[in-house]
């Protein structure tokens, strides 16, 4: 089965640099989830580039101001699962950052919004 996040479709592509890009989330925790993904197919956050790192976290920075604008949020997680479905709870094996914008009394649930918390999942974009 090819990888779905290799070759992304052009339409699809939220916001990019020259190493990786941002799309929407399939599956998203709370309306504006993105997933910031190396083009370079690659399975593990251990696994990239100093480079590609440093191209991530920029990124992540350009994700927040579109978010700030578009969305208002009033927090974030950003995070990445790295490994199997049974241990870290990574389910596509090209590494993907998410970058999850949080809100106060909407997905945050009893225990606020954290790593640990919220409500999952919110209707796809």
Do not use: W
Not at 101 to 124: L, M, N, Q, S
């Amino acid at each position: 089965m090819p990888c779905p996040f290799c070759n992304p479709a052009p339409e699809d592509i939220v916001a990019a640099n020259d190493l990786c890009y941002a799309r929407y989330d399939i599956h998203p925790v709370s309306p504006g989830h993105l997933l910031v993904i190396p083009f370079r197919h690659v399975e593990s956050y251990f696994d990239m580039t100093d480079e590609e790192r440093t191209a991530l976290a920029r990124l992540i920075d350009d994700c927040k101001a579109l978010t700030d604008r578009d969305r208002h949020p009033d927090g974030y997680n950003i995070g990445v699962n790295v490994g199997g479905e049974a241990a870290g709870g990574q389910n596509v094996m090209h590494v993907h950052i998410h970058f999850i914008p949080r809100y106060r009394g909407g997905d945050a649930g009893e225990h606020g919004g954290g790593v640990r918390g919220g409500v999952f999942p919110c209707e796809p974009e």
